[in-house]
């Protein structure tokens, strides 16, 4: 059985940063795709960011372009967000999602096979 488990969120001010990690456990993930999707209240949850595991493929939402940093530690089978200069509107609920198909590195949701609980990213101003 799969399990994402979501850490680092957090509250901080507008131009602050934060690290999200993602621990996947229940299987070693040695192809397929990880994703970062975000929720904000009364919002649908939209892509972030995601990243092949096979790969050094990354793909980022414009929204977030220059801005956060989608990485990986295969070894540790884990998915990290650095996110910086950080702004009001990124507050949301950050979900980590895993892809098992082999080739592909979705931004669409349904895309995804496993999910994690979420941590809540709020950045103040």
């Known amino acids: 059985q799969v399990q994402l488990v979501e850490s680092g969120g957090g509250l901080v001010q507008v131009g602050g940063s934060l690290r999200l990690s993602c621990a996947a456990s229940g299987r070693t993930f040695t192809s397929g795709a990880m994703g970062w999707f975000r929720q904000a209240p009364g919002k649908e949850r939209e892509f972030v960011a995601a990243?092949?595991?096979?790969?050094?493929?990354?793909y980022y939402a414009n929204s977030v372009k220059g801005r956060f940093t989608i990485s990986k530690d295969n070894a540790k089978n884990t998915v990290y967000l650095q996110m910086n200069s950080l702004k009001a509107e990124d507050t949301a609920i950050y979900y980590c999602?895993?892809?098992?198909?082999?080739?592909?590195?979705?931004?669409?949701?349904?895309?995804?096979?496993?999910w994690g609980q979420g941590t809540q990213v709020t950045v103040s101003s």
């Open positions: 990243i092949r595991w096979d790969t050094i493929s990354t």
């Open positions: 999602a895993a892809d098992s198909r082999t080739g592909y590195l979705s931004l669409y949701a349904p895309g995804y096979d496993y």
